[in-house]
């Protein structure tokens, strides 16, 4: 047989809460009761997740996890973000419901990803297809460079976010004339975003702030331009 479908069923503690925030993502209802077991269907084009809910449930402690295979995470992370600024009036980047950023993973051979994690608590993990992407992202080199792929396997994977800012303030503590200055605002920005995720504003203020006193020349700016771009949503964000 061929052209099976799999659809995770996941937890919650209330399915009306995973309506709205789903709903902000673009996602349509396919179904949904209250009895006897509340539980909801959820479709955004091709993408199908379902929910049930658990009275008293802690969204806190889930274990509540899938994975999603896509050939351009990029696409699929700039439609989420559109949808959260539309309807938070910004990218969640703290908190339950939040997501992360697509970043190259190194425990996943390269690929790049992102998490949602809805008001669940399940990880939604969003992977680049390998069939459609020739050449992953190469090994990190670098004092800083290696501090920042470790620090993203522990926070955007594991949801370690405290052991990835230990990495990285050693990493900060310790800066090297070779260091690559782009790499080095990618750090500061990801410090930065780990900061908000702990409701620390004043750390995210401060690596926001340090940017700026990173000397780069026109080439360097051209390849930090995205990073710049979450640095400007993680200053909106603490407005």
């Known amino acids: 047989m061929a052209n099976e479908v799999t659809v995770p069923l996941l937890p919650c503690a209330s399915i009306d809460d995973i309506v709205t925030f789903y709903g902000?993502?673009?996602?349509?209802?396919?179904?949904?009761?209250?009895?006897?077991?509340?539980?909801?269907?959820?479709?955004?084009?091709?993408?199908?997740?379902?929910?049930?809910?658990?009275?008293?449930f802690d969204p806190a402690q889930s274990y509540g996890s899938c994975l999603v295979i896509t050939s351009d995470i990029a696409e699929l992370h700039r439609a989420f973000a559109a949808g959260m600024r539309a309807?938070?009036?910004k990218v969640l980047v703290s908190g339950m419901p939040r997501m992360t950023r697509p970043r190259a993973r190194k425990n996943a051979d390269g690929l790049g990803g992102f998490s949602v994690i809805d008001p669940g608590g399940n990880w939604i993990r969003v992977f680049q297809n390998a069939a459609t992407t020739p050449t992953p992202?190469?090994?990190?080199?670098?004092?800083?460079?290696?501090?920042?792929?470790?620090?993203?396997?522990?926070?955007?994977?594991?949801?370690?976010?405290?052991?990835?800012?230990?990495?990285?303030?050693?990493?900060?503590?310790?800066?090297?004339?070779?260091?690559?200055?782009?790499?080095?605002?990618?750090?500061?920005?990801?410090?930065?975003?780990?900061?908000?995720?702990?409701?620390?504003?004043?750390?995210?203020?401060?690596m926001l702030a340090r940017i700026e006193r990173i000397a780069l020349n026109a080439d360097q700016t051209g390849r930090a331009a995205p990073t710049f771009e979450i640095a400007a949503d993680l200053a909106a964000a603490l407005r």
């Open 24 to 56: 902000a993502l673009g996602f349509s209802t396919t179904y949904k009761q209250r009895k006897p077991n509340p539980c909801v269907g959820l479709q955004r084009e091709d993408l199908h997740l379902q929910f049930f809910e658990i009275a008293g």
């Open 87 to 89: 309807a938070y009036g």
């Open 137 to 206: 992202a190469p090994a990190p080199a670098g004092r800083l460079a290696k501090a920042l792929a470790n620090a993203i396997v522990l926070a955007d994977s594991k949801g370690d976010v405290g052991q990835a800012v230990r990495i990285l303030d050693s990493a900060l503590a310790r800066p090297q004339a070779d260091d690559d200055p782009v790499t080095h605002v990618e750090v500061l920005v990801y410090r930065a975003e780990l900061a908000m995720a702990l409701h620390d504003r004043e750390t995210a203020t401060e």
